[in-house]
């Protein structure tokens, strides 16, 4: 949330998911979405002096494949160099990133720095660093890396940024839950969906499945129907 001080104008988003956009309108009016990224033509959209940007972690999330998201790997998580094109195209005074703590993992660096170095040549001056929403009165332990990056100027050729030091929790989950009596039934899910769903997901992980092939090979072959 915005404090009620801070004036904005809200020039759009860039979402596909009708269910996506549908919940950000519910919250935020009915602002306007430009699509897919990969098809905006960014000339036909207004100045913006702000850009707030990420892209898909499962690439890079210790939890999917880790396909990376180099510019020709097509995977979901290299739309991260739309959203260059975009400042590219845009030259907003600032951008903003978020995104998940493996983007700093030394397997995807490499990637990480290119997209430094290439907004580095777009004039920006990059200032990044992992932040945990627990440090900031979020009670949840949900490591992030942050990304702010300014346009550099005739009147301020060297821009500088200090991120936010951490200050202590003084809340927990417990205190933003509902009572469990006052929530209905029908919000909860069945513990077997949930038990069978997390299996799923574990076994469709390409390591796991190997493995399992590997300590169960006659079973694993029947059940597969090989």
């Given at each position: 949330?915005?404090?009620?001080?801070?004036?904005?104008?809200?020039?759009?988003?860039?979402?596909?998911?009708?269910?996506?956009?549908?919940?950000?309108?519910?919250?935020?009016?009915?602002?306007?979405?430009?699509?897919?990224?990969?098809?905006?033509?960014?000339?036909?959209?207004?100045?913006?002096?702000?850009?707030?940007?990420?892209?898909?972690?499962?690439?890079?999330?210790?939890?999917?494949?880790?396909?990376?998201?180099?510019?020709?790997?097509?995977?979901?998580?290299?739309?991260?160099?739309?959203?260059?094109?975009?400042?590219?195209?845009?030259?907003?005074?600032?951008?903003?990133?978020?995104?998940?703590?493996?983007?700093?993992?030394?397997?995807?660096?490499?990637?990480?720095?290119?997209?430094?170095?290439?907004?580095?040549?777009?004039?920006?001056?990059?200032?990044?660093?992992?932040?945990?929403?627990?440090?900031?009165?979020?009670?949840?332990?949900?490591?992030?890396?942050?990304?702010?990056?300014?346009?550099?100027?005739?009147?301020?050729?060297?821009?500088?940024?200090?991120?936010?030091?951490?200050?202590?929790?003084?809340?927990?989950?417990?205190?933003?839950?509902?009572?469990?009596?006052?929530?209905?039934?029908?919000?909860?899910?069945?513990?077997?969906?949930?038990?069978?769903?997390?299996?799923?997901?574990?076994?469709?992980?390409?390591?796991?499945?190997?493995?399992?092939?590997?300590?169960y090979h006659e079973e694993w072959s029947?059940?597969?129907?090989?």
């Open positions: 949330m915005f404090p009620d001080e801070v004036e904005f104008e809200f020039i759009g988003t860039s979402e596909i998911e009708p269910a996506a956009i549908k919940a950000y309108k519910s919250v935020h009016g009915d602002t306007p979405c430009y699509g897919d990224i990969c098809k905006i033509d960014w000339q036909h959209v207004p100045d913006f002096d702000l850009f707030t940007w990420s892209f898909p972690c499962q690439d890079i999330s210790n939890a999917g494949k880790q396909g990376g998201l180099s510019k020709e790997s097509g995977t979901r998580s290299s739309l991260a160099w739309e959203a260059i094109r975009a400042i590219k195209e845009k030259r907003p005074k600032y951008a903003l990133m978020e995104n998940v703590a493996a983007l700093c993992q030394k397997k995807f660096s490499a990637d990480f720095a290119q997209l430094r170095k290439e907004l580095e040549e777009l004039g920006y001056a990059n200032f990044y660093q992992l932040m945990n929403a627990k440090d900031y009165s979020i009670p949840q332990n949900r490591l992030r890396v942050f990304m702010v990056s300014i346009l550099r100027t005739e009147d301020n050729p060297n821009p500088t940024y200090n991120f936010p030091a951490p200050f202590p929790l003084t809340k927990c989950v417990e205190d933003y839950m509902e009572p469990a009596e006052e929530i209905g039934e029908e919000y909860f899910i069945d513990q077997k969906r949930v038990t069978e769903k997390v299996l799923s997901d574990i076994l469709d992980q390409p390591n796991v499945r190997a493995e399992m092939e590997k300590l029947k059940a597969s129907g090989n």
